[in-house]
């Protein structure tokens, strides 16, 4: 069984939103209709997006870490988000595994935000009902556009390719490989949701600086040592003996 | 049951897809933009440019929101008869008005004193064209943004490389190993750059941020050094010192390509002091850079030609001519200059471990050297000298404002310049790499006239109004020695002014001094706010008058496309398109985005028709030129040359037939030309077809070492990119700086500083790189003033220019001042509460966040998130004026007079840099009973004619959005 | 999380409409069994009754309006066979229609004898239907109850004392309802009303009790460690990635200060247990039909006040998400 998914690189995220707009952009004009925007100009706005960069301090100074964490709906394998909703507008695709909300049935009724433990989902203050990240089911699998193309489009935007998509469930997918080479691992694994989406940790590089490394061979200062310049009329051992 | 959602279909709509390049920044990705039913659905990087390859960034795929924003401008506007300026109240006119209005004052001006228009421009992309007006108009007062941006970077290392980071050159991550960061939040080339150091960290390769913040591309260095704002001067020297202790360079490379070896004059007295030692080969007159300096061969213990065959030069050591003179070589002077330079000295100034310094110095020389990489690329020197690889030494450096935005950035670059150079890595794989058109000779030949008779009626100006002095000799002087531009650039005050220095424009021009002006005419500028330095006076000054009763500025244009701080100012008011509604052309004459392997230009071509009455900039200087009767806009009778824009772009030459013009790509008859060839009138039409991007990869012989790889720089001579084919030398030790010392010491026989300037010259002007506290640090009290305060730029807002975007103004709606938490505690200023910051010039309340991230003297902040009440179509109470606030309140545009009353500008006495990061303050909690807004506040702005009303709420959908949106436009 | 008022009022009243019907009920069933008196049908239980309906449609009403979408609310029925939501949305109406026909029938004075038992001992139709009535009741507070106790990582709700509280909490109120109804209606039961309200809402206040004493030790499961999967002892958000609004940072918090929070809560105790008790039984004493009253709307503000703390105490692990705007 298919289970696809986004697998997000910690280790080089920057933190810039391209995800979050292009996110909010293809999806505004897409099948769900718009993502609206209340007091778009004024006081207080607020808004729908399926997808949001947050940023962690990680430690004290000055071993401070900055980590700046891009969440979406995780397309949980076990999606507490739908056995909750009463009309059955929140489902889990059987062929993909993407979870989805039903636009025509759902109610409006939030208690499957209440019980998505990660905050994945958003209602459409103007148009009443559930939204949250469709994986671009959308453009995933629109034969209009080129094989290249079909994927996310937080995807398509991440200038550090940070955000990786595919089957988790194909050990030899590129997500696959990723997250069992990488350490990969999911959010709140205490309440077995089993997210589909994995984030791969940071990584540090280091050098190591042996003693033997400082020294050069042909070390350049060698190379400016000026001859022997001794004058020529000062006495020798040669002005005193004959052997 | 109803019918079921199906989550795949398409909405219904005419789909259309059209490339162009994006503007939502400077950095210049090809975009794809989807229209449904002529609407915009989908806008994404191009995945077939060379640039972005398919990637966007948050601005760019919020483009949307920028093109429907309700604060655009869409009718020329005159400020009211009797409204005040900075009120914003302004009434509707045609544009016939318009031109009539400003043909007749400029007509006027450039009859009788040309100086008196001047026009700046912000971050425009058009240069070339901006540039060439006012070359054309006879004006020297003209510049882009450069001065108060990054033009230390870009004078630091094109006068000791010949190229520079910027947007002229950059790190190869492609190929390096370690990577060290100075002072980048994130830059113009932002995607790329993104791009390039994931791709770099997925390969294992090792990244060093110098930063006193971590936050966008630092969080994720490996190592992450703190270092207070200002000092990296202190530690570059440092490691510079380091290397040469430890024998940590590259010294073939030194001697070979750099100046390393020749020798200089060290007599103090003589008029060659500190010049270089040079032989009498006779100068070809088409030469810029003789090869005429000395070196003291080692085999043979004498002084011969530099470079000649068979020998090896001294780097050290002392010398004497054969005529008495005693000599050095630069590197000599180098070593003797860093040797108080300690790391446990550096320690103290920068605020950063001894161990730390030492270690990054030998992680620098040990990487540099142990890890070098050959590849199998042959290649011919300049001097015929053939090699079978090219080496390359894999430590590649970036830096950007955080060095240059000080008023010591010149010389801390020049350092860094150096740095670079001595671990080998100039244009090599994995160091630094140029682009086209560089490397440059140093400098390079652009040149200003260089005295006032360069400006006369109803004549172009006698050179560039911007350029590289290579000598006293070149500044843009009176016989007084006083300044002929507005700005004061290429004169004393500022010599190697490059690229102006607009943060002053206003201030001098309100002062007249040195001069009064006319027409003031601002170009994608925000001085009313965020590129003015001392903002809350600046403003007043836009609106002071004389005893008369006249402004001082009498005349102000803004051509801007939306409802900005600066368009309350304006007298006259001419509404641009957006950057999808026009065509542009990024330029080989201008700022092109060249790659590593060979030349790009690239254009945009139209999407949309333009909104309202909205009209190109680049139109508009087309149509003025023209009824101007500007020489290069028309023809011999006198008649119009250029229908418009794109006209102008396919038809213009540089010089008749010159085969040069604003585009490189598909030139000759057929488009069978590139770089140089006759015109072509289907160039557009190629563009459009090649996703609107050229792009020549050169032979990989050709890619590297182009200071001195005889191929290329044949190459760029033949398609002109380059006027002499010569090597250029890396300028370790910089003869300029000193010639410029020498006029300040009386021994130079040209132009010498007028006697109050001399001692700054003489001090600034060190051929060799020291570190000096930035000027504002000498004016200030540190123990009353003991924090930094810097900003950086938010990577999903350009400037203050996406306040009025929907999308993007929830992501910043308005900004914190973070600080240390130790910091904030000791003034007893919470985290999320109200402070004071203070600095000498002013101050202003804001918010505080704690922040483990930031080094405990410094404080930051976002740039130009906050914003004046009622700019941008937001309301008046809007959080980004009521929560945000904006730094620049606090930062002077000038030093403190002198006893004179004199005053100079607040920027790098070698450059005119703005020293935006060299300000002191000091926080303090806002009282209890203060309101919780930011402070200082201004009036409102009310929304002006043509903007539209602020829709309650927005629902964007492709294809509907305009038929369903409320609300009509302001009359 | 964000107490909604329209859940309170839809849990609260209908608990009311609950615990009043239960009340009817049992009082017929005494009186079945021969311990309390018969009452009028259409005086008391059919009234009665009548009143607990109007609270369960008053529930209903006010459930509208949580709902984006009310003009679909009739699909809110689909799932049934895992949703406790589209459970209660059966559970709720099929109530409603019980009480209904109960109510008729008491009003209406339609009932049949179905048997009788030698010692006196009547099955009436009515009591068929009430005996359904009662089990639907129970469905419909285990359905309501489940609503919270089922969301495990809402730890203060997952918990079987979440389902006693509501069936208690419900009982009690619509026993004091019944009290004071009882009181003008069927003056001899009001003592029988009044002493099991006494018992119903110390069981409740016991419930309730330990289940704050419970909330007040939980250990919260979810961390921010957990949250994004970094180990280490100090992690802090500094942003949550946008400075403007959205459902995440308005639905899943109180808003208030801990200050509020810990008035509500000992506000709440009082009104709901104490002080309705010592009015009852005042009024009780008195036989004053007010002071009833009185202690039936006291308890009931005291529930709103219970329910608007339950949801307020209820930290959702979403929240770790969104702490932090800069
Ligand atoms: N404190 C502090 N201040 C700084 C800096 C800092 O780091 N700290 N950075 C400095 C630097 S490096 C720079 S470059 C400056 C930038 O400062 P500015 O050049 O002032 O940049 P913006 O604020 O974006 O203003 C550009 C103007 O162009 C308008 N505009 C946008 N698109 C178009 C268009 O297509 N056509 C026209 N005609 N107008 C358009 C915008 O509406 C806006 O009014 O800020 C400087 N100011
Ligand atoms: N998204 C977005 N992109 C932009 C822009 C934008 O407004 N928004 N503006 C464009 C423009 S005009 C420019 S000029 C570029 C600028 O690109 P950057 O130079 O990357 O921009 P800044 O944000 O000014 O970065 C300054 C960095 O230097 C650090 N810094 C400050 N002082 C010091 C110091 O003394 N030493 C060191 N080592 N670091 C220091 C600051 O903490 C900050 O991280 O960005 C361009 N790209
Ligand atoms: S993340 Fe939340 S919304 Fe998404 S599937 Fe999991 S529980 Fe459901
Ligand atoms: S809000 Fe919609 S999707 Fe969510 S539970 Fe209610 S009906 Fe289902
Ligand atoms: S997969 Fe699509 S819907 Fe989901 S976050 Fe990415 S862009 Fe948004
Ligand atoms: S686009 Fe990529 S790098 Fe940028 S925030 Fe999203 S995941 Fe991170
Ligand atoms: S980096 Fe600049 S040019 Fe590139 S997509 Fe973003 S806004 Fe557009
Ligand atoms: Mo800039």
Redesign the pocket.
């Known amino acids: 069984m298919t289970q696809l998914a986004l697998v997000i690189d910690l280790n080089v995220c920057v933190g810039c939103h391209a995800c979050v707009t292009s996110c909010k952009e293809w999806n505004t004009s897409g099948s769900a209709g718009f993502l609206v925007d209340e007091n778009p100009y004024d006081k207080d706005p607020t808004g729908t997006f399926f997808n949001r960069v947050q940023t962690f301090e990680v430690g004290e100074y000055p071993n401070t870490e900055t980590v700046h964490f891009p969440k979406s709906c995780l397309h949980c394998e076990d999606p507490p988000c739908v056995p909750v909703c009463p009309t059955g507008a929140s489902y889990k695709r059987e062929q993909d595994g993407i979870v989805l909300v039903d636009y025509d049935k759902c109610i409006g009724c939030r208690y499957c935000s209440w019980a998505c433990p990660y905050g994945m989902r958003e209602i459409d203050e103007k148009q009443k009902v559930m939204k949250k990240c469709t994986l671009c089911v959308d453009r995933i699998y629109d034969e209009s556009l080129p094989e290249s193309e079909r994927k996310p489009a937080c995807v398509l935007a991440c200038p550090t390719n940070a955000r990786l998509f595919g089957d988790v469930h194909d050990s030899e997918s590129e997500v696959s490989v990723a997250i069992r080479e990488q350490g990969g691992y999911t959010l709140m694994p205490e309440w077995g949701t089993k997210p589909a989406n994995h984030y791969l940790p940071r990584r540090r590089n280091r050098k190591y600086i042996h003693d033997d490394e400082l020294v050069r061979a042909d070390n350049p200062l060698k190379k400016e040592q000026r001859g022997p310049s001794a004058p020529v009329d000062e006495p020798t051992l040669d002005d005193s003996t004959s052997w | 049951m109803s019918t079921v959602h199906d989550p795949l279909k398409p909405p219904a709509g005419r789909i259309e897809v059209k490339n162009t390049t994006c503007y939502m920044?400077?950095?210049r990705c090809g975009i794809r933009v989807t229209l449904r039913d002529g609407e915009i659905r989908y806008i994404q990087g191009n995945p077939d440019h060379p640039l972005n390859q398919g990637v966007i960034c948050a601005?760019g795929a919020s483009g949307i929101m920028k093109q429907y924003s309700p604060a655009r401008l869409t009718k020329p506007l005159r400020r009211k008869d009797g409204a005040e300026r900075g009120d914003a109240e302004f009434e509707p006119i045609s544009w016939d008005e318009a031109f009539e209005m400003l043909t007749a004052r400029l007509k006027k001006i450039r009859a009788t004193d040309p100086k008196k228009f001047a026009l700046f421009t912000g971050?425009d992309q058009m240069q070339a064209l901006t540039g060439l007006f006012a070359k054309q108009f006879g004006t020297p007062n003209y510049a882009a943004?450069g001065g108060f941006?990054?033009v230390n970077m870009a004078t630091g290392m094109i006068y000791t490389l010949g190229g520079s980071f910027w947007e002229f050159g950059g790190p190869d991550l492609e190929r390096a190993k370690l990577f060290v960061m100075?002072?980048?939040?994130?830059?113009?080339h932002?995607n790329p750059l993104k791009m390039a150091i994931s791709k770099f960290k997925r390969k294992g390769g090792r990244f060093i941020s110098?930063?006193?913040?971590r936050?966008g591309y630092?969080a994720i260095a490996d190592e992450w050094v703190p270092?207070k704002?200002?000092?990296?001067g202190a530690l570059l020297l440092a490691i510079i010192h380091e290397l040469i202790r430890t024998g940590l360079y590259d010294r073939d490379f030194l001697v070979q390509y750099s100046n390393a070896a020749e020798l200089v004059s060290v007599e103090e007295q003589s008029d060659d002091s500190g010049l270089f030692v040079r032989t009498d080969i006779p100068r070809d007159p088409d030469c810029f850079d003789p090869q005429d300096r000395v070196w003291w061969d080692r085999l043979s213990d004498k002084p011969v030609a530099a470079r000649t065959e068979n020998t090896d030069p001294y780097l050290l050591g002392e010398f004497t001519m054969a005529d008495g003179r005693r000599v050095k070589p630069a590197f000599q002077l180098l070593k003797e200059r860093v040797e108080s330079y300690t790391p446990a000295w550096a320690s103290e100034v920068t605020g950063i471990p001894e161990q730390t310094i030492q270690r990054l110095a030998y992680e620098m020389g040990i990487t540099a050297r142990d890890e070098q990489i050959e590849l199998p690329i042959a290649w011919t020197d300049v001097w015929g000298k053939d090699h079978e690889t090219v080496t390359g030494n894999p430590v590649a450096f970036h830096a950007?404002?955080?060095?240059a935005?000080?008023s010591n950035g010149f010389q801390t670059i020049r350092a860094l310049s150096i740095l670079m150079s001595m671990l080998g890595t100039i244009d090599r794989p994995g160091g630094f790499r140029h682009k086209a058109p560089f490397p440059r000779p140093i400098p390079p030949c652009a040149k200003t006239p260089d005295s006032p008779a360069g400006v006369k009626p109803d004549t172009p100006l006698a050179g560039m109004p911007l350029g590289w002095p290579a000598g006293p000799d070149d500044l843009f002087v009176d016989e007084r020695g006083e300044p002929v531009r507005i700005d004061k650039a290429f004169s004393w005050e500022h010599p190697l002014a490059a690229h102006g220095l607009m943060q002053n424009v206003i201030t001098n021009a309100w002062r007249q001094d040195p001069y009064a002006i006319d027409t003031l005419l601002i170009f994608m500028s925000n001085m009313a706010w965020n590129s003015t330095m001392n903002t809350s006076e600046v403003r007043k000054m836009l609106n002071d008058k004389d005893d008369n009763g006249e402004y001082r500025i009498p005349f102000l244009v803004v051509c801007d496309s939306f409802q900005s701080e600066m368009v309350a100012f304006a007298d006259l008011v001419l509404p641009d398109t957006t950057y999808l509604e026009r065509h542009d052309v990024m330029s080989m004459l201008d700022r092109p985005i060249s790659e590593y392997d060979g030349p790009v230009d690239s254009v945009r071509i139209p999407v949309l028709p333009p909104k309202g009455e909205c009209k190109p900039f680049q139109d508009v200087l087309v149509e003025l030129a023209s009824r101007l009767h500007l020489p290069a806009f028309v023809n011999a009778d006198g008649s119009r040359r250029f229908r418009d824009y794109p006209d102008f772009i396919v038809n213009y030459e540089t010089e008749p037939g010159s085969g040069i013009g604003f585009l490189a790509g598909w030139r000759g008859k057929g488009g069978e030309k590139f770089m140089k060839g006759e015109p072509n009138p289907n160039q557009w039409k190629m563009y459009e077809k090649n996703n609107c991007v050229f792009h020549y990869e050169m032979p990989k012989s050709f890619q590297y070492m182009r200071n001195w790889n005889r191929g290329y720089l044949n190459w760029a001579q033949e398609h002109r990119l380059l006027r002499y084919a010569e090597p250029i030398n890396i300028h370790l030790y910089s003869e300029v700086l000193q010639k410029f010392r020498l006029a300040a010491r009386g021994q130079w026989d040209g132009k010498q500083p007028p006697d109050r300037l001399r001692s700054r010259v003489e001090t600034y002007f060190d051929p060799l790189p020291f570190y000096f506290e930035p000027l504002e640090a000498h004016f200030t009290d540190k123990h009353l003033y003991p924090l930094s305060a810097?900003?950086?730029?938010?990577?999903?807002?350009?400037?203050s220019w996406d306040s009025q975007n929907a999308w993007l103004r929830q992501i910043h709606t308005y900004n914190y001042m973070y600080v240390h938490p130790q910091t904030a505690r000791a003034q007893g200023i919470d985290d999320g509460g109200w402070m004071w910051v203070e600095s000498m010039h002013g101050r202003l309340r804001c918010l505080c966040r704690y922040s483990e991230a930031v080094e405990p003297g410094t404080v930051?902040t976002w740039?130009?998130v906050g914003k004046a009440r009622g700019a941008w179509g937001l309301s008046a109470d809007a959080n980004e004026s009521r929560q945000g606030f904006l730094l620049n309140h606090l930062i002077a545009e000038e030093l403190p007079a002198n006893e004179h009353g004199a005053h100079l500008s607040n920027s790098d006495p070698v450059t005119g840099q703005a020293g935006w990061?060299d300000v002191r303050v000091r926080i303090s909690p806002a009282a209890a009973d203060e309101p919780p807004v930011s402070w200082p506040q201004f009036d409102a702005m009310p929304a002006v004619p043509g903007t539209a009303k602020r829709p309650k709420w927005l629902g964007y959908f492709a294809g509907l959005f305009t038929a369903a949106r409320k609300g009509g436009t302001t009359k | 999380m964000n107490p909604a008022f329209s859940v309170i009022f839809l849990t609260t009243l209908i608990g009311v409409g609950q615990g009043m019907f239960l009340a009817m009920f049992t009082g017929q069933s005494y009186s079945a069994l021969e311990l309390l008196p018969l009452q009028n049908g259409a005086g008391f239980y059919g009234a009665g009754s009548f009143i607990a309906l109007a609270f369960l449609v008053a529930g209903l009403v006010a459930s509208f309006f949580h709902l984006g979408r009310p003009e679909r609310a009739w699909r809110s029925a689909a799932q049934w066979r895992t949703s406790w939501l589209s459970r209660e949305v059966l559970a709720l109406p099929a109530l409603m229609g019980l009480v209904f026909v109960y109510a008729l029938m008491h009003y209406l004075g339609w009932d049949i004898l179905l048997f009788s038992s030698r010692a006196g001992a009547r099955l009436q139709l009515t009591l068929v239907v009430g005996v359904l009535g009662m089990l639907m009741t129970f469905v419909l507070f285990v359905c309501t109850g489940m609503i919270y106790a089922g969301i495990k990582f809402l730890q203060e709700w997952a918990s079987p004392l979440t389902v006693v509280n509501y069936i208690l909490l419900g009982t009690a109120s619509g026993f004091t309802l019944s009290t004071a109804f009882a009181s003008v209606s069927a003056p001899e039961l009001m003592r029988f009303y009044g002493i099991w309200t006494l018992i119903i809402t110390l069981f409740a206040f016991c419930s309730r009790g330990l289940s704050l004493l419970r909330n007040a030790r939980i250990k919260a499961k979810s961390t921010i460690q957990t949250a994004i999967g970094i180990r280490h002892s100090k992690i802090e958000q500094k942003s949550m990635g946008f400075m403007a609004g959205a459902m995440t940072t308005r639905d899943f918090f109180h808003h208030q200060t801990q200050w509020f929070l810990k008035n509500v809560k000992w506000v709440f105790l009082v009104l709901t247990f104490p002080l309705p008790m010592l009015l009852l039984w005042i009024g009780m004493e008195n036989e004053s039909t007010y002071l009833l009253l009185a202690a039936f709307i006291v308890q009931y503000l005291g529930l709103i006040a219970e329910r608007w703390f339950f949801f307020a105490q209820a930290n959702h692990p979403q929240n770790l998400y969104y702490q932090t705007v800069s």
């Open positions: 920044c400077a950095c601005k971050r943004h941006c990054s100075l002072g980048t939040a994130e830059d113009h932002s110098v930063n006193p913040v936050s630092s270092v704002p200002g000092t990296d950007m404002r955080g060095l935005a000080h810097i900003t950086q730029r938010p990577m999903a807002m350009y400037h930051w740039n130009a990061f």
